[in-house]
C-alpha cells in the first residue's frame, strides 16, 4: 500500500499562512492525493484532492511536487477554527488514514 | 440534504451484546462505508459497499456484518461485542464516478462505543 509520511504536529498564529507537507514517495501513476482534517469530535471533512496539477478551492490550495513525491497543503490565512488534525491520503479506489498532523492555530 | 447521518451517537454495551449501528445518506450515492477510529489514530476502513446487495470486507472486518437492502442505509452489526471494539466509528459514502479514486467521502458524525 502507498503509503504517507506527516509531521505529528505543527504549530500556526492566527491569519498566518500554514504550509503542511506530506511525503509519499512511493506514490503510484494512479494515486490521487487526498487531504482531509478533523476537527475535535467531528468527522474527517473533505479539504481538497489532486493528481498532478496544483490545485485550489475556498478552503485551501494544494501544492504538488513535479514527481508527486511530496506535496504541501496550503492554508492562506489560518484560523481558529483551523485547528484540526489533518490528513493526506493516497487514494486508488482506497483510502488509508495514517495519524495525519494536528494543527495548533495559536491567537 | 443532511448528507450522511448516524445513529446512535453514544452507546455503551456489556461485553457479549450485539447491537446495530445506523447510517443513512439523503444524497444518493452509490458508495458507502464504515471505519472505526480507535484513540490518536487514523480511520480504518471495516466494509464497504458499492451499491445497494453489494458489500465488500475493508481492512478489519473481522466482528461485523454490514447488509445494503437500499441505497440510502447501510447499518453496521456488532455481533458479541468485544472490549477491543470500543472506538468511534464513521459512516461515509461517495458518489459514482470515474475514477473513483477522484471523488470525495462525506462523513457522518460517527457513534461512541465503549464496550465493558
Known amino acids: 500500500d502507498a503509503k504517507t509520511t506527516q509531521p505529528n504536529s505543527m504549530e500556526s498564529n492566527e491569519e498566518e499562512p500554514v504550509h503542511l507537507p506530506c511525503n509519499h514517495s512511493?506514490?503510484?501513476?494512479?494515486?490521487?492525493i487526498h487531504w482531509y482534517r478533523q476537527l475535535p469530535s467531528q468527522g474527517p471533512e473533505y479539504v481538497i484532492h489532486?493528481?498532478?496539477s496544483n490545485v485550489n478551492n475556498r478552503m485551501a490550495s494544494l501544492a504538488i511536487a513535479e514527481d508527486r513525491k511530496s506535496s504541501t497543503l496550503i492554508l492562506h490565512r489560518a484560523t481558529l477554527r483551523d485547528a484540526a488534525v489533518y490528513y493526506c491520503?493516497?487514494?486508488?479506489?482506497?483510502?488509508?488514514f495514517g495519524a495525519g498532523t494536528r494543527l495548533t492555530v495559536k491567537p | 440534504n443532511a448528507g450522511v447521518t448516524q445513529t446512535p451517537k453514544f452507546r455503551i454495551l456489556k461485553i457479549g451484546q450485539s447491537m446495530t449501528l445506523q447510517c443513512t445518506q439523503d444524497?444518493?450515492?452509490?458508495?458507502m462505508y464504515w471505519y472505526r477510529q480507535d484513540p490518536g489514530m487514523g480511520l480504518k476502513l471495516i466494509y464497504y459497499?458499492?451499491?445497494?446487495?453489494?458489500?465488500d470486507k475493508g481492512e478489519v472486518p473481522n466482528g461485523y456484518n454490514v447488509s445494503r437492502s437500499t441505497t440510502e442505509d447501510f447499518p453496521l452489526r456488532l455481533e458479541l461485542a468485544a472490549p477491543s471494539q470500543t472506538s468511534v466509528y464513521f459512516c461515509?459514502?461517495?458518489?459514482?464516478?470515474?475514477?473513483?479514486?477522484?471523488?470525495?467521502?462525506?462523513f457522518g458524525p460517527g457513534t461512541r462505543l465503549t464496550v465493558t
Open positions: 461515509a459514502s461517495s458518489p459514482l464516478g470515474e475514477p473513483l479514486a477522484s471523488y470525495e467521502q462525506y
Open positions: 512511493t506514490i503510484s501513476g494512479t494515486d490521487y
Open positions: 489532486g493528481l498532478t
Open positions: 491520503i493516497l487514494n486508488d479506489n482506497d483510502m488509508r
Open positions: 444524497m444518493n450515492h452509490n458508495y
Open positions: 459497499s458499492v451499491g445497494a446487495g453489494i458489500t
